[in-house]
């Protein structure tokens, strides 16, 4: 075993997860392919070890966003209020305690809590931190920690990694791809994951429906002149207009992302307690990790997000912080 990127704190993780009997492990509220994925595959991982393992996320209930299906989370999932009160806490892909949502409390109440996370700055929230903003996914820190722990990497957990990878660097097109990645990339395609086949159900299995609410999300899609930028909004009434659901919409700023015309695109997705979950995306330089942490979010430089009340008020802000 040796100490990886550096960190101090990599070491004691290690043997930590090595010496504990039963592991709760969270991710994020609202999860994402990174989540997920880190989720499942340090679920699988330590259960392989023959540790009692038990996963979760601070929402009740915890419903499996649409697309992820095949990382059959709901074999592992267990509600946030009877996840067990267990020593040893794994907090995934949170660059805060916050985004723990009904689990925050677990962060200070666990006696180890383990932070691994790549989001910068992530406020080391953890007794022990694993934080590597230079890592494409959160998912790239968990295959290396279970390794470490002496997991051996089979064809499930490798299926796990492999979506945390490939949804968090957009299918390796974004700047958080490093060689680091395609070389883990490459070590998991050699033990067997069908991408072709995961890429089919991550983005290529949304119902006809969703080609609806594309329609009406870029038809409504506006270009703010002076400022590179664009956006749209989905509205309760579009979902139940077009018969699908917001787990459906998050590829949605994508497509917004798509025009040379802006190189920030926002999407804001409204909830059903009306407020509206906003999403960022810079084609860089510009940040907007900078403009979703002055609005109680945050993420990282380049993809980023916060809750709003208002779309246009949002956007009259958001076009002045771009402007001046
Ligand atoms: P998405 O737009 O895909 O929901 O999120 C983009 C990135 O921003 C992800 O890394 C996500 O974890 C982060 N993020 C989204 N919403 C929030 C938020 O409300 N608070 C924080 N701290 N991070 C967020
Ligand atoms: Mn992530």
């Known amino acids: 075993m040796r100490s990886r990127y550096g960190l101090s704190d990599w070491d004691a993780a290690v043997s930590a997860l090595c010496a504990a009997d039963e592991v709760a492990i969270a991710c994020h509220v609202n999860p994402d392919g990174d989540a997920l994925g880190s989720l499942m595959a340090a679920y699988l991982g330590l ?10 996320w601070g929402t009740t209930p915890a419903k499996i966003p649409y697309g992820y299906g095949f990382l059959h ?22 660059g805060a305690a916050d985004r723990l949502g ?9 006696r180890c809590t383990i932070n691994l996370d790549h989001h910068p700055g992530n406020d080391n929230f953890g007794a022990l ?13 968990v295959m290396r920690l279970l390794q470490d722990c002496g997991v051996e990497i089979d064809r499930a957990i490798a299926v796990c990694l ?3 990878v490939v949804t968090d660097t957009g299918r ?16 998991l395609l050699g033990l067997g994951v069908p991408a072709p086949d995961l890429a089919s159900e991550i983005w290529g299995s949304l119902p006809f429906a969703y080609l609806r609410l594309l329609g009406v999300v870029l038809g409504r899609a506006r270009l703010v002149a002076g400022a590179g930028l664009v956006y749209s909004w989905v509205g309760l009434d579009d979902l139940e207009v077009t018969g699908t659901s917001l787990d459906e919409a998050e590829g949605l700023i994508d497509a917004l992302r798509s025009t040379r015309d802006a190189d920030i695109a926002v999407i804001f997705k409204q909830q059903d307690d009306g407020k509206f ?6 084609k860089g330089p510009r940040s907007v990790g900078a403009i979703a942490r002055a609005r109680g979010g945050g993420g990282h430089e380049l993809a980023a997000g916060f809750t709003a009340e208002d779309v246009e008020e949002t956007v009259e802000g958001i076009r002045r ?4």
């Open 277 to 282: 979950r906003v999403s960022l995306r810079s």
């Open 73 to 94: 989370v709901e074999d592992a999932l267990t509600d946030p209020a009877a996840l067990p009160r267990t020593d040893t806490f794994l907090a995934l892909d949170c």
């Open 321 to 324: 912080d771009l402007t001046r």
């Open 129 to 141: 931190n694993l934080v590597v903003p230079t890592a494409s996914s959160s998912a790239e820190l």
């Open 162 to 164: 492999w979506t945390g």
């Open 102 to 110: 009904e689990l925050e409390g677990r962060a200070s109440d666990s």
């Open 172 to 187: 390796f097109q974004y700047s958080n791809t490093s060689p680091e990645t395609l070389t883990l990339a490459a070590e």
């Open 47 to 56: 259960r392989q070890l023959g540790k009692r393992t038990f996963a979760s």
